[in-house]
C-alpha cells in the first residue's frame, strides 16, 4: 500500500497560466478530499466525493478551482487562470467512507505562482 | 457550525518533559474529534480519533488526549517528550454521520535539548 499518491510535488507557474494537480487514493477508499493549507489560513476545505461523485465543492473559489474524479484511482484540480494567491500546498486525503474514518493523506502539491 | 480552536501557534518543551496542547471546540451535538500530526514536508499522519464512550484514548507514540464535554475541549498530553516528536499538530472535528472535518489552526511543537 503506497499510500496516497500526489503529483507533481512541486509546481512552478506564471500568473495566468493553468495548473493541473493529481491525487490517486488509496485503493478500496470511497472518498477522497482536497484541502489547501496556507500559513495564514491554515487548513481550508476544498471538495469531497464520494464513490467518484462530487458531494461538496463548497469551498472551491467558483470561477477558476474545478476538481473532477474520472474514475476510482485518480482526481484531479485544476486551477485556470492561477493568481499569487492561490500559491499554497493542496493536500490530496482520502477514507474508508468519510469523515468519520481516519483520513490519510497524501504528501501534497506545493504549488507557487510567480 | 463546528469551530476548532488551536490557541497556542508554538509550544516549546524540553526533551524528557512532559506536554499538553491544547484544543477547544465548538459544536452542537456529540463530535467526533481527532489529533493529526505533520512532521517535515510530510501530509498529515493520524495521532488518535476520539468517538463517544471513554473520555480518554491513546494513540500511537504515547500520546493520549481526554475528551471534556463539559469544557469543549480535547487536549492532548504526552508525558515524556522526544526530539522526534517535533512537528505541527492539528486537532480536528467532524459531526455524526458528517463527512467534513474541520481542521484547527495548528500547534508547531519545537523540542529543545
Known amino acids: 500500500n503506497a499510500g496516497v499518491i500526489q503529483t507533481p510535488r512541486h509546481k512552478v507557474t506564471g500568473k495566468g497560466q493553468e495548473a493541473t494537480l493529481w491525487c490517486e487514493p488509496i485503493s478500496g477508499h470511497s472518498a477522497v478530499f482536497w484541502y489547501r493549507q496556507t500559513i495564514v489560513q491554515g487548513l481550508e476545505f476544498l471538495t469531497y466525493?464520494?464513490?467518484?461523485?462530487?458531494?461538496?465543492d463548497s469551498g472551491m473559489p467558483k470561477e477558476r478551482f474545478s476538481a473532477q474524479m474520472p474514475n476510482q484511482s485518480h482526481s484531479t484540480l485544476k486551477i485556470q487562470s492561477t493568481q499569487p494567491q492561490d500559491s499554497a500546498v493542496y493536500l490530496c486525503?482520502?477514507?474508508?467512507?468519510?469523515?468519520?474514518?481516519?483520513?490519510?493523506f497524501g504528501a501534497g502539491t506545493r504549488l507557487s505562482v510567480l | 457550525a463546528q469551530s476548532v480552536t488551536q490557541p497556542d501557534a508554538r509550544v516549546t518543551v524540553s526533551e524528557g518533559a512532559s506536554l499538553q496542547l491544547r484544543c477547544k471546540y465548538s459544536?452542537?451535538?456529540?463530535?467526533?474529534l481527532f489529533w493529526y500530526v505533520q512532521y517535515p514536508r510530510q501530509g498529515l499522519q493520524l495521532l488518535l480519533k476520539?468517538?463517544?464512550?471513554?473520555?480518554v484514548v491513546q494513540g500511537v507514540n504515547g500520546f493520549e488526549a481526554e475528551f471534556s464535554k463539559s469544557n469543549s475541549s480535547f487536549h492532548l498530553r504526552k508525558a515524556s517528550v522526544h526530539w522526534s516528536d517535533w512537528a505541527v499538530y492539528f486537532c480536528a472535528v467532524t459531526r455524526t454521520g458528517g463527512y467534513k472535518v474541520v481542521f484547527g489552526s495548528g500547534t508547531r511543537l519545537l523540542v529543545s535539548p
Open positions: 466525493f464520494r464513490n467518484q461523485a462530487p458531494i461538496d
Open positions: 459544536y452542537f451535538g456529540t463530535p467526533y
Open positions: 486525503a482520502s477514507s474508508l467512507t468519510g469523515g468519520q474514518n481516519t483520513l490519510y
Open positions: 476520539y468517538y463517544p464512550g471513554d473520555p
